[in-house]
């Protein structure tokens, strides 16, 4: 049974191994494997992912049928930079393998969008990875233009997509 949640301190540490998790299983059509280990050499520490998840509005989406160390298993997460008045930055969408193609990703990205639209944003904006522009395409998310970041020396592309609320 799963459930979106608002993102607790307790979840920093599975959300950094997810997050590596992720990144490398995605199959090398899309990214290759210096790519990937240029986006997540390691997972990163808790006190970093908790504090990116805590200077922004984040949500995960908890497995309630299988617990870890007495809690729900966090098998995905999103979310949202809020330092904008009129736009929302999408910072991260993460799913983990195992959970993959089972709508986690479109049901944390319309908790995210509702609160968006509650909160007043006009507009929402992503750099999806090859992998998230369909999901966000099929959002109602229009294509702006590739985009590229430098992570440890390396060039990862995506795109830069944007959704008027």
């Known amino acids: 049974m799963f459930s979106v949640i608002a993102y607790q301190a307790g979840y920093a540490t599975s959300v950094s191994q997810l997050f590596h998790d992720a990144i490398h299983a995605i199959d090398e059509v899309h990214y290759s494997f210096e790519d990937k280990s240029a986006w997540s050499s390691k997972p990163r520490s808790a006190y970093h992912w908790h504090k990116r998840m805590s200077r922004s509005k984040a949500w995960l989406m908890i497995d309630k049928s299988m617990l870890i160390d007495g809690q729900p298993k966090c098998c995905g997460f999103i979310n949202i930079e809020t330092g904008f008045y009129t736009q929302g930055y999408i910072d991260s969408l993460y799913v983990h393998p195992a959970y993959q193609g089972k709508g986690i990703a479109k049901a944390l990205y319309q908790t995210l969008e509702q609160w968006g639209v509650e909160q007043g944003y006009r507009e929402l904006m992503v750099d ?20 590229y970041q430098e992570k440890r020396g390396r060039v990862i592309m995506g795109y830069l997509m944007k959704k008027q609320l």
Do not use: V, Y
């Open 128 to 147: 999806a990875s090859s992998l998230s522009k369909a999901m966000f395409l099929s959002q109602g998310f229009k294509l702006c233009h590739r985009s």
